[in-house]
């Protein structure tokens, strides 16, 4: 079965450094996504993309955060000027034709680590 | 926006006993999703069930969406059963998650 993948499976970065967390969607869909879960708490959304551009996103992706398809393949967020707050799984996540009604599908997750 | 509710948050288990997980949601949905979240943080997807009832083995879910709630059971538990359950409501181009149910199943 086609699955997510995303690397590195951990990210050890000093503050305010710029981290990118890469991520290569099942490769017929057409919707990505970013979520992120701070340690001990819920999966928060933070963006969805899709026709090269972004469709939605949450209050916390702020300025810090951007997103991006290079290459037609993989799926990247970068985090600008990381803080330590920025500590979290952050996980990719796609969907096929219809984002609204089709289940999506997740990768293991980048644990980031800010020091 | 759309609020997402579990319960219970905990629940603690002894080995072969029976569970249900509940998941209420504040408006209209056309997607829902139950993941098991494991000791290494991966979101297991267990079920994509917007209405209506689906079986996988020792695990059920069923979705009222008119009543708006979702119920995953669980039989047979097994220790391997532990860790966070979580449902995922979509409307729009993203999901909701809920707090999560923490399970500890006792060998």
């Known amino acids: 079965e086609p699955e997510v993948t995303q690397t590195p499976s951990h990210q050890v970065t000093q503050m305010g450094q710029e981290v990118i967390l890469r991520c290569v969607p099942i490769?017929?869909?057409?919707?990505f996504y970013w979520y992120r879960q701070i340690l001990g708490q819920k999966v928060e959304f933070l963006v969805s993309f899709y026709n090269n551009e972004i469709s939605e996103k949450s209050e916390i992706f702020d300025d810090q955060f951007s997103v991006e398809r290079p290459d037609g393949s993989n799926f990247t967020l970068k985090i600008r000027s990381t803080k330590l707050e920025d500590s979290a799984m952050y996980f990719c996540?796609?969907?096929?034709?219809?984002?609204?009604?089709?289940?999506?599908?997740f990768g293991d997750g980048t644990r980031l680590s800010i020091l | 926006g759309i609020q997402v509710e579990q319960s219970p948050p905990d629940l603690i288990l002894q080995e072969g006993a029976n569970s249900t997980l509940r998941c209420n949601f504040s408006?209209?949905?056309?997607?829902l999703q139950w993941f098991h979240q494991n000791p290494w943080g991966q979101l297991i997807n267990l079920f994509y069930?917007?209405?209506g009832t689906k079986q996988n083995g020792r695990l059920s879910a069923t979705t009222v969406a008119t009543e708006r709630y979702s119920l995953l059971y669980i039989s047979s538990s097994q220790t391997t059963d532990s860790g966070v359950y979580f449902c995922a409501v979509g409307y729009g181009q993203n999901f909701v998650f809920g707090p999560g149910t923490r399970l500890s199943v006792l060998p």
């Open positions: 069930i917007p209405s």
């Open positions: 490769s017929n869909h057409l919707y």
């Open positions: 408006d209209s949905v056309n997607n």
């Open positions: 996540a796609s969907s096929g034709k219809r984002a609204r009604s089709e289940p999506q599908h």
